[in-house]
């Protein structure tokens, strides 16, 4: 990764840091504690605006894409040398460990491009299925790509100049979660690991249907 790469990165993280303590201190405390994760739930899940990319299928994945299931939603592109194949391999793990758990019904993982110069949909169904078969890809045009990751808080970036084919896109390292409402609920701050994942998951579904069985 370039230094220019290496750097945003670093500085992504550090804003995701300031970002988590600044939610922990607005967390409510007692009964309806939210649950300790490696990242941040957010007190109140966060609604984003309509969107629509292009699946790895040549379907359309909007906003409705996210109800009815948890969704686990990461942001890079295919030609990551580092970020991205290992962020993919460890939320295999987690799909393999919430399968394990009998609730993997419940969840579906979408791996977002923000490289659709490179990125087409038959690129991204071979590349997201060599980690499960389960896993969908998705890209769109830059603009759509950029208000989406602005509500979310992810950051990416492409080098001068990338005309070419061989150029490095910095992006968050984040994993963002989505509720079955389709709301964004949680963000996983890297680094990641499968069994901190799947069990901090497991966490907050826990806490999501204690407050429905109470009518929040």
């Given at each position: 990764?370039?230094?220019?790469?290496?750097?945003?990165?670093?500085?992504?993280?550090?804003?995701?840091?300031?970002?988590?303590?600044?939610?922990?201190?607005?967390?409510?405390?007692?009964?309806?504690?939210?649950?300790?994760?490696?990242?941040?739930?957010?007190?109140?899940?966060?609604?984003?605006?309509?969107?629509?990319?292009?699946?790895d299928?040549?379907?359309?994945?909007?906003?409705?894409?996210?109800?009815g299931?948890w969704?686990?939603?990461?942001?890079?592109?295919?030609?990551?040398?580092?970020?991205?194949?290992?962020?993919?391999?460890?939320?295999?793990?987690v799909?393999?460990?919430l399968?394990?758990?009998?609730?993997?019904?419940?969840?579906?993982?979408?791996?977002?491009?923000?490289?659709?110069?490179r990125?087409?949909?038959?690129?991204?169904?071979?590349?997201?299925?060599?980690?499960?078969?389960?896993?969908?890809?998705?890209?769109?045009?830059?603009?759509?790509?950029?208000?989406?990751?602005?509500?979310?808080?992810?950051?990416?970036?492409?080098?001068?100049?990338?005309?070419?084919?061989n150029?490095?896109?910095?992006?968050?390292?984040?994993i963002?979660?989505?509720?079955?409402?389709?709301?964004?609920?949680?963000?996983?701050?890297?680094?990641?690991?499968?069994?901190?994942?799947?069990?901090?998951?497991?966490?907050?579904?826990?806490?999501?249907?204690?407050?429905?069985?109470?009518?929040?």
């Amino acid at each position: 990764m370039s230094p220019v790469g290496k750097n945003l990165l670093i500085a992504v993280g550090f804003v995701a840091f300031l970002i988590g303590l600044g939610l922990a201190a607005l967390w409510p405390r007692g009964g309806d504690d939210l649950p300790q994760i490696t990242g941040f739930v957010y007190p109140e899940p966060k609604t984003v605006s309509p969107f629509a990319l292009t699946a790895d299928d040549g379907s359309t994945f909007d906003r409705s894409d996210l109800e009815g299931r948890w969704t686990f939603v990461f942001f890079g592109y295919t030609h990551c040398p580092d970020v991205c194949p290992l962020t993919l391999a460890e939320l295999a793990g987690v799909e393999q460990r919430l399968r394990q758990a009998g609730v993997a019904a419940e969840t579906q993982h979408v791996f977002v491009s923000v490289d659709p110069q490179r990125d087409d949909p038959a690129r991204l169904r071979e590349y997201v299925r060599h980690f499960d078969p389960t896993f969908v890809g998705a890209t769109g045009p830059e603009p759509v790509l950029r208000q989406l990751t602005r509500e979310l808080g992810v950051l990416f970036d492409y080098p001068e100049g990338k005309e070419g084919a061989n150029y490095e896109v910095a992006h968050s390292a984040s994993i963002e979660l989505f509720d079955p409402d389709g709301r964004l609920h949680a963000v996983f701050t890297a680094p990641h690991d499968a069994q901190t994942i799947a069990e901090d998951f497991r966490k907050i579904h826990r806490h999501w249907q204690q407050r429905r069985s109470r009518g929040a």
